[in-house]
Protein backbone atom coordinates (compact mmCIF):
# COMPACT_ATOMS: atom_id res chain seq x y z
CA UNK A 1 0.00 0.00 0.00
CA UNK A 2 1.55 3.27 -1.07
CA UNK A 3 2.37 5.94 2.03
CA UNK A 4 2.07 9.54 1.71
CA UNK A 5 5.57 11.76 3.04
CA UNK A 6 4.84 11.33 6.23
CA UNK A 7 4.18 7.45 6.23
CA UNK A 8 0.91 7.00 6.56
CA UNK A 9 -1.16 4.79 4.49
CA UNK A 10 -3.57 5.55 1.13
CA UNK A 11 -5.46 3.07 0.24
CA UNK A 12 -6.60 2.81 -3.41
CA UNK A 13 -3.57 5.52 -3.84
CA UNK A 14 -1.31 4.51 -7.05
CA UNK A 15 1.20 7.14 -7.46
CA UNK A 16 -0.30 9.74 -9.62
CA UNK A 17 -2.91 10.03 -7.41
CA UNK A 18 -1.10 10.33 -4.70
CA UNK A 19 1.03 13.58 -5.86
CA UNK A 20 -2.32 15.16 -6.81
CA UNK A 21 -3.68 13.97 -3.27
CA UNK A 22 -0.50 15.34 -1.39
CA UNK A 23 -1.07 18.93 -3.58
CA UNK A 24 -4.14 19.15 -2.59
CA UNK A 25 -3.08 19.19 1.16
CA UNK A 26 -0.39 21.45 0.80
CA UNK A 27 -2.73 24.20 -1.24
CA UNK A 28 -5.33 23.76 1.89
CA UNK A 29 -2.29 24.33 4.35
CA UNK A 30 -1.46 27.70 2.76
CA UNK A 31 -5.16 28.48 1.38
CA UNK A 32 -3.96 29.05 -2.20
CA UNK A 33 -4.28 27.38 -5.41
CA UNK A 34 -7.03 24.56 -6.03
CA UNK A 35 -7.37 22.18 -3.89
CA UNK A 36 -10.73 20.83 -4.34
CA UNK A 37 -9.22 20.54 -8.00
CA UNK A 38 -6.23 18.61 -6.98
CA UNK A 39 -8.73 16.26 -4.71
CA UNK A 40 -10.98 15.65 -7.96
CA UNK A 41 -7.36 14.60 -10.14
CA UNK A 42 -6.61 12.34 -7.45
CA UNK A 43 -9.99 11.17 -7.92
CA UNK A 44 -10.21 10.82 -11.35
CA UNK A 45 -6.83 8.78 -10.92
CA UNK A 46 -8.35 6.35 -8.53
CA UNK A 47 -11.71 6.52 -8.17
CA UNK A 48 -10.84 3.70 -4.84
CA UNK A 49 -8.83 6.29 -3.55
CA UNK A 50 -10.53 6.90 0.28
CA UNK A 51 -8.66 9.78 1.25
CA UNK A 52 -9.22 12.04 -2.06
CA UNK A 53 -12.62 11.60 -1.15
CA UNK A 54 -12.61 12.69 2.08
CA UNK A 55 -10.43 15.57 0.89
CA UNK A 56 -13.10 16.54 -1.15
CA UNK A 57 -15.49 15.98 1.21
CA UNK A 58 -13.45 18.49 4.46
CA UNK A 59 -12.98 21.01 1.69
CA UNK A 60 -16.63 21.27 0.91
CA UNK A 61 -18.13 20.33 4.22
CA UNK A 62 -16.08 23.50 6.14
CA UNK A 63 -17.19 26.01 3.69
CA UNK A 64 -19.94 26.96 5.91
CA UNK A 65 -22.17 26.68 2.61
CA UNK A 66 -25.79 25.05 2.85
CA UNK A 67 -25.12 23.51 -1.02
CA UNK A 68 -21.75 22.19 -0.62
CA UNK A 69 -22.88 20.39 2.53
CA UNK A 70 -24.37 18.00 0.08
CA UNK A 71 -21.75 17.42 -2.40
CA UNK A 72 -19.98 16.47 1.50
CA UNK A 73 -22.49 14.10 1.82
CA UNK A 74 -21.83 12.67 -1.61
CA UNK A 75 -17.69 12.53 -0.66
CA UNK A 76 -18.54 10.66 2.61
CA UNK A 77 -21.33 8.22 0.99
CA UNK A 78 -18.68 7.52 -1.57
CA UNK A 79 -15.60 7.35 0.85
CA UNK A 80 -17.71 4.75 3.03
CA UNK A 81 -18.01 2.12 0.80
CA UNK A 82 -14.10 1.45 0.19
CA UNK A 83 -11.86 -0.69 1.73
CA UNK A 84 -9.67 1.42 4.42
CA UNK A 85 -7.71 1.56 7.58
CA UNK A 86 -8.23 2.10 10.65
CA UNK A 87 -7.41 6.03 10.53
CA UNK A 88 -9.07 6.30 7.42
CA UNK A 89 -12.63 4.99 8.75
CA UNK A 90 -11.86 7.42 11.52
CA UNK A 91 -11.51 10.15 9.03
CA UNK A 92 -14.87 9.05 6.89
CA UNK A 93 -16.68 8.90 10.54
CA UNK A 94 -15.88 12.28 11.18
CA UNK A 95 -17.03 13.86 7.34
CA UNK A 96 -20.25 11.92 7.77
CA UNK A 97 -20.96 13.57 11.28
CA UNK A 98 -20.29 17.42 9.53
CA UNK A 99 -22.04 16.35 6.70
CA UNK A 100 -24.83 15.57 9.01
CA UNK A 101 -24.36 19.04 11.19
CA UNK A 102 -22.64 17.64 14.10
CA UNK A 103 -19.26 19.72 13.87
CA UNK A 104 -18.93 18.51 17.78
CA UNK A 105 -19.05 15.19 17.45
CA UNK A 106 -16.17 15.45 13.86
CA UNK A 107 -14.19 17.22 16.26
CA UNK A 108 -14.30 15.10 18.70
CA UNK A 109 -13.42 11.57 16.27
CA UNK A 110 -10.71 13.79 14.51
CA UNK A 111 -9.37 14.52 18.19
CA UNK A 112 -8.79 10.63 19.02
CA UNK A 113 -7.16 10.19 15.39
CA UNK A 114 -4.84 12.84 16.10
CA UNK A 115 -4.02 11.01 19.15
CA UNK A 116 -3.22 7.78 17.19
CA UNK A 117 -1.31 9.20 14.50
CA UNK A 118 -0.53 13.04 15.53
CA UNK A 119 1.72 13.71 12.03
CA UNK A 120 -2.72 12.94 10.01
CA UNK A 121 -2.03 16.83 8.53
CA UNK A 122 -5.36 16.61 7.31
CA UNK A 123 -6.90 15.50 10.64
CA UNK A 124 -5.23 18.53 12.34
CA UNK A 125 -6.12 20.92 9.61
CA UNK A 126 -10.39 19.53 9.72
CA UNK A 127 -10.10 19.18 13.02
CA UNK A 128 -8.38 23.02 13.21
CA UNK A 129 -11.27 24.55 11.48
CA UNK A 130 -14.00 22.61 13.24
CA UNK A 131 -12.70 24.45 16.51
CA UNK A 132 -12.56 28.10 14.68
CA UNK A 133 -16.13 27.49 12.95
CA UNK A 134 -17.80 26.19 16.51
CA UNK A 135 -15.22 29.08 18.73
CA UNK A 136 -13.79 26.55 20.40
CA UNK A 137 -10.78 28.89 21.60
CA UNK A 138 -9.28 25.86 24.08
CA UNK A 139 -8.90 23.47 21.31
CA UNK A 140 -7.26 25.58 18.53
CA UNK A 141 -4.85 25.61 20.99
CA UNK A 142 -4.78 22.09 22.44
CA UNK A 143 -5.55 19.83 19.59
CA UNK A 144 -2.16 21.15 17.70
CA UNK A 145 -0.37 21.12 20.88
CA UNK A 146 -0.60 17.60 21.56
CA UNK A 147 0.71 16.75 18.09
CA UNK A 148 3.25 19.20 18.15
CA UNK A 149 6.00 16.70 19.79
CA UNK A 150 5.64 14.79 16.54
CA UNK A 151 6.67 17.14 14.34
CA UNK A 152 9.76 19.25 13.46
CA UNK A 153 11.08 20.97 11.14
CA UNK A 154 12.34 18.88 8.65
CA UNK A 155 8.63 17.56 7.76
CA UNK A 156 6.46 18.84 4.96
CA UNK A 157 4.05 21.17 6.16
CA UNK A 158 5.08 21.92 9.25
CA UNK A 159 4.92 25.99 8.65
CA UNK A 160 1.35 24.85 8.85
CA UNK A 161 1.02 23.50 12.28
CA UNK A 162 2.75 26.25 13.53
CA UNK A 163 0.86 28.54 12.11
CA UNK A 164 -2.64 26.81 13.54
CA UNK A 165 -0.55 26.58 16.92
CA UNK A 166 0.15 30.60 16.63
CA UNK A 167 -3.59 31.18 15.87
CA UNK A 168 -4.70 28.85 19.21
CA UNK A 169 -2.34 30.62 21.20
CA UNK A 170 -3.77 34.20 19.89
CA UNK A 171 -7.33 32.77 20.89
CA UNK A 172 -6.58 31.82 24.08
CA UNK A 173 -4.73 35.32 25.03
CA UNK A 174 -1.05 34.03 24.72
CA UNK A 175 -0.13 37.05 22.71
CA UNK A 176 3.95 36.47 22.92
CA UNK A 177 3.91 32.81 22.23
CA UNK A 178 0.97 33.51 18.73
CA UNK A 179 3.46 35.65 17.31
CA UNK A 180 6.49 33.81 17.92
CA UNK A 181 5.28 30.75 16.10
CA UNK A 182 3.42 33.23 12.93
CA UNK A 183 6.26 34.77 12.46
CA UNK A 184 8.26 31.38 12.32
CA UNK A 185 6.29 29.90 10.15
CA UNK A 186 5.77 32.70 7.78
CA UNK A 187 9.28 32.76 7.41
CA UNK A 188 9.50 29.16 6.20
CA UNK A 189 6.62 29.45 4.01
CA UNK A 190 5.90 32.60 3.21
CA UNK A 191 2.83 31.90 1.39
CA UNK A 192 0.77 30.09 4.43
CA UNK A 193 -2.30 32.22 4.25
CA UNK A 194 -3.40 31.45 7.84
CA UNK A 195 -0.06 32.16 9.70
CA UNK A 196 0.19 35.49 8.14
CA UNK A 197 -4.12 36.04 9.59
CA UNK A 198 -2.64 34.71 13.27
CA UNK A 199 0.20 37.24 13.35
CA UNK A 200 -2.87 39.62 11.98
CA UNK A 201 -5.26 38.64 15.36
CA UNK A 202 -2.41 39.29 17.71
CA UNK A 203 -1.75 42.91 16.60
CA UNK A 204 -5.76 43.40 16.02
CA UNK A 205 -6.11 42.14 20.09
CA UNK A 206 -3.36 44.52 20.78
CA UNK A 207 -4.21 47.20 19.17
CA UNK A 208 -0.90 47.66 17.46
CA UNK A 209 -2.69 49.50 14.47
CA UNK A 210 0.61 50.87 12.56
CA UNK A 211 2.34 47.43 13.34
CA UNK A 212 -0.75 45.47 11.85
CA UNK A 213 -0.20 47.46 8.90
CA UNK A 214 3.00 47.37 8.23
CA UNK A 215 2.90 43.16 8.54
CA UNK A 216 0.20 43.22 6.18
CA UNK A 217 1.63 45.25 3.84
CA UNK A 218 5.22 44.19 4.04
CA UNK A 219 4.52 41.21 1.52
CA UNK A 220 1.15 41.61 0.11
CA UNK A 221 2.52 39.34 -2.68
CA UNK A 222 3.09 36.37 -0.41
CA UNK A 223 -0.24 36.45 1.19
CA UNK A 224 -2.64 37.12 -2.09
CA UNK A 225 -1.45 35.42 -5.15
CA UNK A 226 -3.67 32.54 -5.46
CA UNK A 227 -5.05 32.35 -1.93
CA UNK A 228 -8.89 31.90 -1.05
CA UNK A 229 -7.99 33.41 2.50
CA UNK A 230 -7.11 36.79 0.85
CA UNK A 231 -9.99 38.53 1.26
CA UNK A 232 -10.01 37.80 4.94
CA UNK A 233 -6.80 39.22 5.44
CA UNK A 234 -7.37 41.99 3.28
CA UNK A 235 -9.69 42.68 5.72
CA UNK A 236 -7.81 42.66 8.63
CA UNK A 237 -5.81 45.06 7.00
CA UNK A 238 -9.15 47.20 7.15
CA UNK A 239 -10.20 46.79 10.75
CA UNK A 240 -6.30 48.44 11.61
CA UNK A 241 -7.79 51.65 8.97
CA UNK A 242 -10.76 51.49 11.43
CA UNK A 243 -9.59 51.81 14.16
CA UNK A 244 -7.77 54.25 13.70
CA UNK A 245 -10.39 56.00 12.15
CA UNK A 246 -9.12 56.18 8.43
CA UNK A 247 -12.48 55.99 6.80
CA UNK A 248 -11.36 56.85 3.56
CA UNK A 249 -8.99 53.90 3.43
CA UNK A 250 -11.34 50.87 4.58
CA UNK A 251 -13.96 52.02 1.93
CA UNK A 252 -10.90 51.67 -0.65
CA UNK A 253 -9.71 48.46 0.54
CA UNK A 254 -13.66 47.36 0.59
CA UNK A 255 -14.18 49.28 -3.51
CA UNK A 256 -10.94 46.67 -4.10
CA UNK A 257 -9.66 43.83 -2.93
CA UNK A 258 -12.63 42.87 -0.26
CA UNK A 259 -15.43 42.95 -2.19
CA UNK A 260 -14.80 44.49 -5.43
CA UNK A 261 -15.36 41.52 -7.47
CA UNK A 262 -18.74 40.60 -5.44
CA UNK A 263 -17.99 37.18 -4.17
CA UNK A 264 -20.56 34.89 -3.45
CA UNK A 265 -19.17 32.52 -1.48
CA UNK A 266 -20.32 33.50 1.88
CA UNK A 267 -17.13 33.36 4.11
CA UNK A 268 -16.25 36.40 1.54
CA UNK A 269 -19.27 38.09 1.79
CA UNK A 270 -19.06 37.39 5.93
CA UNK A 271 -16.03 39.79 5.68
CA UNK A 272 -17.89 42.18 3.70
CA UNK A 273 -20.72 42.81 5.90
CA UNK A 274 -18.53 42.73 8.97
CA UNK A 275 -16.63 45.82 7.60
CA UNK A 276 -19.57 47.87 6.32
CA UNK A 277 -21.20 47.00 9.40
CA UNK A 278 -18.68 48.61 11.34
CA UNK A 279 -18.84 51.70 9.09
CA UNK A 280 -22.55 52.08 9.81
CA UNK A 281 -22.00 51.71 13.40
CA UNK A 282 -20.06 54.93 13.07
CA UNK A 283 -22.87 57.24 10.99
CA UNK A 284 -20.77 56.34 7.51
CA UNK A 285 -22.51 56.86 4.47
CA UNK A 286 -21.35 53.98 2.40
CA UNK A 287 -23.43 54.60 -0.45
CA UNK A 288 -25.31 51.60 -2.81
CA UNK A 289 -22.34 49.43 -1.27
CA UNK A 290 -25.26 47.11 0.92
CA UNK A 291 -27.58 47.00 -1.90
CA UNK A 292 -25.19 45.56 -4.00
CA UNK A 293 -23.94 43.17 -1.24
CA UNK A 294 -27.59 42.38 0.15
CA UNK A 295 -28.11 40.82 -3.39
CA UNK A 296 -25.92 38.23 -3.04
CA UNK A 297 -26.46 37.64 0.03
CA UNK A 298 -30.51 37.51 -0.43
CA UNK A 299 -30.45 33.46 -2.10
CA UNK A 300 -28.81 32.47 1.16
CA UNK A 301 -31.13 34.34 3.43
CA UNK A 302 -33.55 30.73 4.20
CA UNK A 303 -30.11 28.82 3.96
CA UNK A 304 -30.51 27.99 7.78
CA UNK A 305 -27.25 25.91 7.84
CA UNK A 306 -24.61 28.29 10.00
CA UNK A 307 -26.08 31.09 12.33
CA UNK A 308 -22.74 33.12 12.00
CA UNK A 309 -23.26 33.67 8.42
CA UNK A 310 -27.14 34.68 8.75
CA UNK A 311 -25.97 37.46 11.70
CA UNK A 312 -23.73 38.86 8.89
CA UNK A 313 -26.41 38.70 6.13
CA UNK A 314 -28.63 40.53 8.28
CA UNK A 315 -26.48 43.27 8.61
CA UNK A 316 -26.70 43.31 5.23
CA UNK A 317 -30.63 42.73 4.60
CA UNK A 318 -30.99 46.16 7.08
CA UNK A 319 -27.84 48.04 5.46
CA UNK A 320 -30.07 48.04 1.72
CA UNK A 321 -33.83 47.87 3.75
CA UNK A 322 -34.50 44.77 2.55
CA UNK A 323 -37.88 43.46 4.80
CA UNK A 324 -38.61 40.01 2.82
CA UNK A 325 -35.34 38.50 3.01
CA UNK A 326 -34.95 39.42 6.37
CA UNK A 327 -37.89 37.83 7.41
CA UNK A 328 -37.04 35.02 5.43
CA UNK A 329 -33.96 34.56 7.26
CA UNK A 330 -35.66 34.82 10.52
CA UNK A 331 -38.09 32.16 9.48
CA UNK A 332 -35.33 30.18 8.41
CA UNK A 333 -33.44 30.60 11.69
CA UNK A 334 -37.22 29.41 13.87
CA UNK A 335 -36.75 26.29 11.91
CA UNK A 336 -33.07 25.86 12.05
CA UNK A 337 -33.71 25.90 15.88
CA UNK A 338 -36.21 23.25 15.82
CA UNK A 339 -33.40 20.73 14.18
CA UNK A 340 -31.59 17.90 15.74
CA UNK A 341 -28.26 19.33 14.58
CA UNK A 342 -25.21 21.67 15.72
CA UNK A 343 -27.11 24.56 14.49
CA UNK A 344 -29.54 24.70 16.02
CA UNK A 345 -27.68 25.34 19.48
CA UNK A 346 -25.82 28.32 17.67
CA UNK A 347 -28.81 29.83 16.26
CA UNK A 348 -30.73 29.28 19.57
CA UNK A 349 -28.14 30.61 22.14
CA UNK A 350 -26.68 33.74 20.10
CA UNK A 351 -27.67 33.37 16.39
CA UNK A 352 -31.08 34.16 17.03
CA UNK A 353 -30.66 36.92 19.32
CA UNK A 354 -27.67 38.74 17.50
CA UNK A 355 -29.92 38.71 13.66
CA UNK A 356 -32.76 40.09 16.18
CA UNK A 357 -30.55 42.60 17.05
CA UNK A 358 -29.16 44.18 14.34
CA UNK A 359 -32.43 43.82 12.49
CA UNK A 360 -33.49 46.38 15.93
CA UNK A 361 -30.70 48.46 15.57
CA UNK A 362 -31.61 49.13 11.94
CA UNK A 363 -35.17 49.60 13.20
CA UNK A 364 -33.31 52.35 15.58
CA UNK A 365 -34.88 50.47 18.54
CA UNK A 366 -31.70 50.23 20.34
CA UNK A 367 -32.98 49.41 23.66
CA UNK A 368 -34.20 46.57 22.11
CA UNK A 369 -31.14 46.20 20.80
CA UNK A 370 -29.33 46.11 24.02
CA UNK A 371 -32.18 43.78 25.65
CA UNK A 372 -30.93 41.08 23.25
CA UNK A 373 -27.24 41.61 23.01
CA UNK A 374 -26.51 41.89 26.32
CA UNK A 375 -27.09 38.42 27.50
CA UNK A 376 -25.30 37.31 24.41
CA UNK A 377 -22.26 38.85 25.06
CA UNK A 378 -20.32 35.89 27.67
CA UNK A 379 -21.22 32.81 25.16
CA UNK A 380 -20.80 34.98 22.07
CA UNK A 381 -18.23 32.01 20.83
CA UNK A 382 -20.85 29.65 21.02
CA UNK A 383 -21.35 30.12 17.11
CA UNK A 384 -18.37 29.92 15.65
CA UNK A 385 -15.79 33.15 14.67
CA UNK A 386 -12.88 34.49 16.33
CA UNK A 387 -12.36 37.26 18.63
CA UNK A 388 -12.05 39.39 16.32
CA UNK A 389 -14.84 38.74 14.20
CA UNK A 390 -17.02 38.49 17.40
CA UNK A 391 -16.02 42.20 18.41
CA UNK A 392 -18.77 43.43 16.06
CA UNK A 393 -21.29 42.40 18.87
CA UNK A 394 -19.68 44.66 21.34
CA UNK A 395 -19.26 47.37 19.06
CA UNK A 396 -23.13 47.16 18.22
CA UNK A 397 -24.37 46.69 21.78
CA UNK A 398 -22.10 49.88 22.88
CA UNK A 399 -23.54 51.78 19.72
CA UNK A 400 -27.13 51.07 20.53
CA UNK A 401 -26.66 51.76 24.78
CA UNK A 402 -25.08 55.42 23.84
CA UNK A 403 -28.16 56.12 21.19
CA UNK A 404 -30.45 54.41 23.50
CA UNK A 405 -29.28 57.43 26.25
CA UNK A 406 -28.50 54.71 28.90
CA UNK A 407 -25.32 56.65 30.15
CA UNK A 408 -24.92 54.15 32.83
CA UNK A 409 -24.47 50.91 30.75
CA UNK A 410 -23.00 52.97 27.93
CA UNK A 411 -19.79 53.66 31.27
CA UNK A 412 -19.71 49.94 32.24
CA UNK A 413 -19.44 48.60 28.24
CA UNK A 414 -16.95 51.16 26.84
CA UNK A 415 -14.72 50.79 30.35
CA UNK A 416 -14.49 47.01 29.71
CA UNK A 417 -13.36 47.32 25.84
CA UNK A 418 -11.42 50.19 26.96
CA UNK A 419 -9.36 48.13 30.11
CA UNK A 420 -9.38 45.58 27.13
CA UNK A 421 -8.02 47.55 24.26
CA UNK A 422 -6.58 50.71 26.05
CA UNK A 423 -4.38 51.51 22.77
CA UNK A 424 -7.24 51.04 20.31
CA UNK A 425 -8.55 55.13 19.33
CA UNK A 426 -12.02 53.64 18.76
CA UNK A 427 -12.19 52.14 22.57
CA UNK A 428 -11.11 56.30 23.95
CA UNK A 429 -13.86 57.85 21.96
CA UNK A 430 -16.66 54.95 23.46
CA UNK A 431 -15.26 56.29 26.62
CA UNK A 432 -15.27 59.97 25.74
CA UNK A 433 -19.02 59.75 24.21
CA UNK A 434 -19.88 57.40 27.15
CA UNK A 435 -18.94 60.13 29.98
CA UNK A 436 -20.57 62.55 27.98
CA UNK A 437 -23.96 61.07 28.20
CA UNK A 438 -23.58 60.20 31.94
CA UNK A 439 -22.76 63.38 33.09
CA UNK A 440 -24.90 64.95 30.62
Known amino acids: ?120 ALALQAGHQIDFLTGNAPMLRDRIARAMPAWSKNMPGYHAILGMQAFGFEEMGDYVSAEALGRQAIKMEPRDGWAQHAVAHVMEMQSRQRDGIAWMRG ?96 MAFVGASLEAPAKAMLEAQREAIARDDDNAAFTRDVGHPVTLAVKAFGEGRYGETVRLLEPVRAIAHRFGGSHAQRDVIDLTLIEAALRDGDGALAVKLSSARNHARPASPLSGLFVQRAALLAHG
Not at 90 to 110: Q, S
Not at 224 to 239: D, I
Request: glycine share 10%; aromatic share 8%; hydrophobic share 50%.
Open 219 to 314: NTDAWTKESFLQVHNWWHLALFHYDLGETDEVLALYDGPIYGAQSKLALNMVDASAILWRLHLGGVDVGARWVDLAANWAPKAAAGNYAFNDAHAM
Open 1 to 120: MLKDRLGLALSGADEASAAHYERGVSELQRFVGDPVGSADKAIAAAPDFVMAHVLKGWLYGLSTEREAMAVARGCHAAAAGLAATAREQAHVAALGRLAAGHWHEAGHILEGLTAEHPTD
